[in-house]
C-alpha cells in the first residue's frame, strides 16, 4: 500500500520558515524515478502546483509565486522529498500536498497523494 505521509505544517508568523517532509513507502518501482511534487490548496482556491522536483539530478521548477523563497529536494536513500519555505507571507497559508507520479514510461500511469499538511503564515 502506497502512502505519502507530510509532516512539518504549522502556524508561523510573516517571514518566518517552514520545512514540510513527505515520506514514501509502499511503491512499485523505485522512488527515485518518481516525479514528486508539492501542491497547496488555499480555502475557496483550486489546487496549484508549487514546486516539482524529477529527481536529485534534474532542476526543480516553481511557481512565480514562491521563486526565491521555497526550496524542493528529495533524499533518494530515505525516500523523503522535501520543501524549505522562507519569508513565508499570508498569502502561502494553504493546505500543501504531496504528490508522486511515474514517470512516461511507465504505464498504467500511477498518481498517488499525501492527506495534507496545514500551513498557517499570520501574526
Keep these: 500500500q502506497v502512502q505519502l505521509v507530510e509532516s512539518g505544517g504549522g502556524l508561523v508568523q510573516p517571514g518566518g520558515s517552514l520545512r514540510l517532509s513527505c515520506a514514501a513507502s509502499g511503491f512499485a518501482f523505485s522512488f527515485s524515478i518518481y516525479t514528486m511534487s508539492w501542491y497547496r490548496q488555499a480555502p475557496g482556491k483550486e489546487r496549484e502546483l508549487v514546486a516539482e522536483i524529477i529527481s536529485a539530478a534534474g532542476r526543480p521548477t516553481y511557481a512565480d509565486s514562491v521563486k526565491g523563497r521555497f526550496t524542493i529536494s528529495r533524499d533518494n536513500a530515505k525516500s523523503t522529498v522535501y520543501l524549505q519555505m522562507n ?3 499570508p498569502e ?3 493546505v500543501y500536498f504531496c504528490n508522486a507520479v511515474t514517470p512516461r514510461y511507465v504505464l498504467p500511469k500511477r498518481d498517488y ?6 500551513v498557517t503564515v499570520s501574526s
Design 87 to 89: 519569508n513565508l507571507k
Design 92 to 94: 502561502d497559508t494553504a
Design 113 to 118: 497523494w499525501g492527506q495534507g499538511a496545514q
